[in-house]
């Protein structure tokens, strides 16, 4: 079988948005760890996501950290706070020319409106932000809803939506149908928005099952390293 084209996003800086449930925490993590694993160093991923307070980046620095990857996540007593806590460095990976960042922003536009105080930051030609879609949950379960979704999150946030991420599952019941029926909505979604599908986002074993034919897509293999409290409780023993 033909192997899968893997997602190569060339801009510096790679913000990833979504509504809850989207699993746009996971891909932030992934894709991080991914570009890191290919020698793509300096790279730190930031932490901006104040709405879930379990499946968040911070939950993640350990791996992250083992790879070479600087985290940048609220400090001491403000780790596990569910307010913006805008550290300076945060501006400075933005706007800085050292390393490429990965932006985790919180679920839908509520997340989203802490990027508005910091439009100032971006280079408006060296980033993506890319709005994870879950074809599953139901705020992005039909196009006009991901379209409404997009332009929530664009107002809000006071930037561009570049482009979008198919990330349809259903946790341990996803199949290739699921992966597949949620790359046509995404499909149609952009087709619409005027914007591209950047890439589809599964579990490996999934994304194995699939014939690069039937997607004509490039795709990020996901890992789990978002656990629920009760499977991190498990994995400590």
Known sequence: MTRHKLASLEKRVI????????GKTEVA???????AKNGQLPLSIVDLDIVNPYFRSREAVRPL???GINV??????????????LRPEIRGAIGG???RVVIDVGGDDVGARVLSSMVDAFDPDDYEFLLVVNAKRPFTADVDACLKMLSEIQAASRLRITGL??????????DRETVLDGFKL????????????????????????INPEEIDCPVLPLSRFMLKPWELKSEKG
């Open 72 to 85: 940048i996540i609220p400090s001491g007593e403000y780790c596990s706070a569910d307010t913006p806590i």
């Open 97 to 99: 020319s050292e390393g």
């Open 65 to 67: 950290e083992a790879v």
């Open 29 to 35: 993590v992934n894709y991080a760890y991914y570009l």
């Open 165 to 174: 991420v198919s990330n349809t599952h259903l946790i341990d019941a996803t």
């Open 15 to 22: 913000l990833f948005a979504g509504g809850y449930g989207s």
């Open 186 to 209: 995404a499909h149609e979604a952009g087709q619409r928005s005027n914007l591209p599908v950047k890439f589809i986002s599964a579990l490996s074993e999934i994304l194995g099952q």
